[in-house]
């Protein structure tokens, strides 16, 4: 098999790492062509051009999410069985790829955690076949534990897992202020930890998932209600949020 990789960042050399194995011949493509080269001797692969219309038994999409639409119609023509995309949403590239790859197998998938905290648990939707079917043993192969959803039920849930979650930890990590050493308790010290692992990321990626998905308003709202609340109704909240 032969696969075209597009993105040849961190999550591109996510999806690689999964294929690579003797058979299988890589190549990946970049908007910077230094990536994909860097990209390209790790893995032994070869670096092509981002305008290259070369065709690949599979390709795989690993593109920012603002520009997966364009990736599909770009490259799906390029796939000579199966097409893939890794983007981080899941509505927007299911439709682009069943428009312009509808003869072709087809899956989307979502790592759920950071590349270098693998392996973990990956979503995915997809219309099965032989490469397909071999991606998902691969996946599991190497310790994942594939999690079915649709579109809509992914999309709906990355407001809860990735917007109003990050921001709940990015609207603590602002408001906070320095205190002296020997000051933490488990829940700040807790909360530390979890600024320190969102703010070691990208702010590009942060503000696609912002831009994409709904949450952050609600998390903003619910703060305003503790801190307006009385007593009895700061009560009431606890409760609710224990729930």
Same mark, same amino acid.
């Given at each position: 098999?032969?696969?075209?990789?597009?993105?040849?960042?961190?999550?591109?050399?996510?999806?690689?790492?999964?294929?690579?194995? !003797? %058979?299988?011949?890589?190549?990946?493509?970049?908007?910077?062509?230094?990536?994909?080269? &860097?990209?390209?001797? =790790?893995?032994?692969?070869?670096? *092509?051009?981002?305008?290259?219309?070369?065709?690949?038994?599979?390709?795989?999409?690993? /593109? !920012?999410? !603002?520009?997966? &639409?364009?990736?599909?119609?770009?490259?799906?023509?390029?796939?000579?069985?199966?097409? *893939?995309?890794?983007?981080?949403?899941?509505?927007?590239?299911?439709?682009?790829? #069943?428009?312009? #790859?509808?003869?072709?197998?087809?899956?989307?998938?979502?790592?759920?955690?950071?590349? +270098?905290?693998?392996? %973990?648990?990956?979503?995915?939707?997809?219309?099965?076949?032989?490469? /397909?079917?071999?991606?998902?043993?691969?996946? +599991?192969?190497?310790?994942?534990?594939? /999690?079915? =959803?649709?579109?809509?039920?992914?999309?709906?849930?990355?407001?809860?897992?990735?917007?109003?979650?990050?921001?709940?930890?990015?609207?603590?990590?602002?408001?906070?202020?320095?205190?002296?050493?020997?000051?933490?308790?488990? *829940?700040?010290?807790?909360?530390? @930890?979890?600024?320190?692992?969102? =703010?070691?990321?990208? !702010?590009?990626?942060?503000? @696609?998932?912002? #831009?994409?998905?709904?949450?952050? &308003?609600?998390? #903003?709202?619910?703060?305003?209600?503790?801190?307006?609340? @009385?007593?009895?109704?700061?009560?009431?909240?606890?409760?609710?949020?224990?729930?």
């Amino acid at each position: 098999m032969d696969a075209l990789i597009v993105g040849a960042g961190t999550m591109g050399r996510w999806f690689a790492g999964v294929i690579d194995e !003797p %058979g299988t011949t890589l190549a990946f493509a970049d908007l910077d062509p230094e990536v994909a080269r &860097e990209t390209a001797e =790790t893995f032994g692969g070869e670096a *092509v051009a981002s305008d290259a219309d070369d065709r690949f038994d599979l390709i795989c999409l690993a /593109v !920012p999410i !603002p520009a997966i &639409e364009a990736a599909v119609e770009r490259y799906a023509p390029l796939a000579r069985s199966a097409i *893939v995309d890794c983007s981080g949403v899941m509505s927007a590239p299911v439709d682009a790829m #069943a428009e312009h #790859a509808p003869d072709r197998e087809r899956a989307s998938l979502h790592p759920l955690f950071a590349p +270098e905290n693998a392996p %973990g648990n990956v979503a995915i939707v997809d219309e099965d076949g032989p490469l /397909v079917t071999g991606l998902r043993e691969r996946l +599991e192969e190497r310790g994942n534990t594939l /999690v079915e =959803t649709t579109p809509e039920e992914h999309d709906r849930a990355m407001e809860t897992i990735q917007t109003k979650a990050h921001a709940a930890v990015l609207a603590f990590a602002l408001a906070a202020e320095e205190v002296p050493e020997g000051f933490e308790t488990p *829940v700040s010290a807790g909360l530390d @930890d979890l600024v320190d692992r969102v =703010t070691d990321g990208s !702010p590009h990626v942060y503000a @696609d998932i912002q #831009a994409t998905f709904e949450g952050a &308003e609600a998390v #903003a709202d619910a703060a305003a209600r503790i801190a307006e609340a @009385d007593r009895e109704a700061f009560e009431a909240l606890y409760r609710e949020a224990g729930r």
